[in-house]
Each structure stands twice: as structure tokens, then as C-alpha cells.
């Protein structure tokens, strides 16, 4: 059984913003799944919906999984219990997720403190340990978030996800706000440590090469949908959906400062969800898209052993 199974997950915000439409992912035990696509296509709702740290104004549909019970049906109480050790989130630009006001040691004793993992007088042992594994001293435990860099309060958020020992981590663009050199590092420190946990790990980034360089398989979004799942290697060096084509193209060298923004080669931008044009969403930009294109959207369907793909043509338009 997977670890985490995600059933054609369906998240509409208001009455007419459709941005998750129909996502069916899975993630085994100790696995790394990357989640790519631009700017809006739905990577963070897919995140927070989880572990359903939504917005009030979300409607959520289909089933989200975790260990074989579903997240979006559990009680309040079950789901406290499942937040940060059941599965915890590490998001971009720590500052914000960050509490000014308090010390970092306390805050990465707060969910240790809250599942009553450790006590007051074990929290600050524990807090320690977590921040060596992270790579920081544990005399920074006393520092407010202010007086630490961009990439030492990514480390604390990274100690606060591990804190409660959790079988998921979910990393939404934890580099993407730090600079080349320490984006490496994080990527680096992330990944020593769910491998040496045994932590199952959904990344998010619109990076795809960050992410083929660190996770097992990955997953492409389109306007709220998966376009392309596969093993790392096929989707980043041998895609068949056009735009997962697209996005391994704009982002030749990992972590690249100039294609961070927009895709280079691929015009125009993703469509508002809330105006999604007819057929294939991605046809009205796609370089080989048919007549067909406007009036059918295909399904993720298996294009190869373990290999999904939702383009008319899985293996490219005959000519
Ligand atoms: P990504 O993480 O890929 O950039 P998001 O999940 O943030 O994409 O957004 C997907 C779509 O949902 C976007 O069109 C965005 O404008 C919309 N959206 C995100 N959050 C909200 C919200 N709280 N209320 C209404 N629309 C939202």
C-alpha cells in the first residue's frame, strides 16, 4: 500500500476557480516525488490541501490518503494528531512560516511540545539534536528568526518538520527564495535526511532539473491537472507531454537564476482556472496540437511501464 495515495483530488476556491481538477498521485514509503509546473498551476493547493491548511473559501473533492486513511474525512482531533508527525510541510521563504517574536528553539519545540513527544526539560536536548542534524549549532536555538541568514532559517524550518519524526515531508520551493550556492546545500541537507530517515518526500519547485537531480519520480501540473508522472530520468530527459517537454527545456542547468520566472521558449502563461479554455488546456500554447486539441482532453493515461502522460499524442504528433 502507499504511503500517500492522492484520489482524483478536486480543490475549487469560491464558486468558479477550479485549481486542483482530478489529481491522482501516489507516493511509497521512503519515495521522492518531485511536483513541477509554472506559476499557478496548482503545485502550493495541492500541498495544503494534504493536510488541509486550505483557505475557508475551498471546496475539496476525491480522497487524500495517508497510510490508508483519508485526511480530508478525519475529525479535528485526528488530524491535529496527523499534522507535523503524520505529515509535516516545509514552505518557501521561512520568514513568513516563521514566528518573529519567538526564539527558533522554542518553535521547534512547540510541535515536539504540542504531541507531547518531549517534555520542558527533554524539548531542549531534542531541539539541539535537531538543529546539529540540520547543520546549525545549538546555541543558535536562542536566536529570533531576524538574526539568522535566508538559508539557516530554511535549516529551522526544516528541524521543525523533522522535529516529530513524520513518514511525509512536504517541501513546497524550500530553495526557491535562497541564492545558487545554498540552494544546493538545502537540496543536499533535505536529501541526506529523508533518505537517512527513511521519509517519504514530495517536493514542489517550477524547477524541473532541481527536482530531477533529487526526487525518484515526477509529477507535471498543468492548470490544475498531473499532465506527466514517470521515473525522474524519463520525465526530465525523455517527456511525452508537450509542456513537460517545454519545462525540462526552459530549465537546462539546475537551479538556473534566469529561467526561475518564466520557462524561456514557451510564450504566454498558464490560463486562469477560472477561465480554462475548451479541450486540452495546454493546446492553445502547445507547438503540436491538432484541431482535436480544442475540444478533447485526454486523460493521464500509461504511456510506458510506470510512465503516464495526458497528450493526444503520448508519442509524439505522426506526421
Ligand atoms: P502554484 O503553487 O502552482 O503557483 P497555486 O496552487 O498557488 O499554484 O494556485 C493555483 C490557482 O489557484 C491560481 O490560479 C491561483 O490564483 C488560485 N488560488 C490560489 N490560492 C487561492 C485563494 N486563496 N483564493 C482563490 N484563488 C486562489
Redesign the pocket.
Known sequence: MSLLDVRDLT?T??TD?P??RGVDLALAAGEKLGVA????????????ALLRL??A??RLGGRVLLDGEDVLTMGWGRLRAVRWAGASIVFQGAMHALNAVHRVGDQIAEPLLVHRLATAATARERVAALLEQVGLPPARARAYPHELSGGQRQRVMIAMALACEPRLIVA??PTTALDVMIQAQILRLIERLVAEQGIALMM?S?DLSVLADTCDRLAV?YA?RVVEEGPARAVYAAARHPYARALSAAFPRVGDPASRFAPRGLPGD?P???ALPPGCAFHPRCPVAVEACASHEPPLAEAAPGHRSACLFPAGRPA
Request: charged letters at 15%; glycine letters at 16%; hydrophobic letters at 35%.
Open positions: 480543490v476556491y469560491g476557480t485549481a486542483l509546473g509554472e506559476s499557478g498551476c496548482g503545485k502550493s493547493t495541492l500541498a495544503l486550505l483557505p473559501s475551498a513546497d520551493e514542489i517550477h501540473m490544475g498558464p486562469d482556472p477560472a
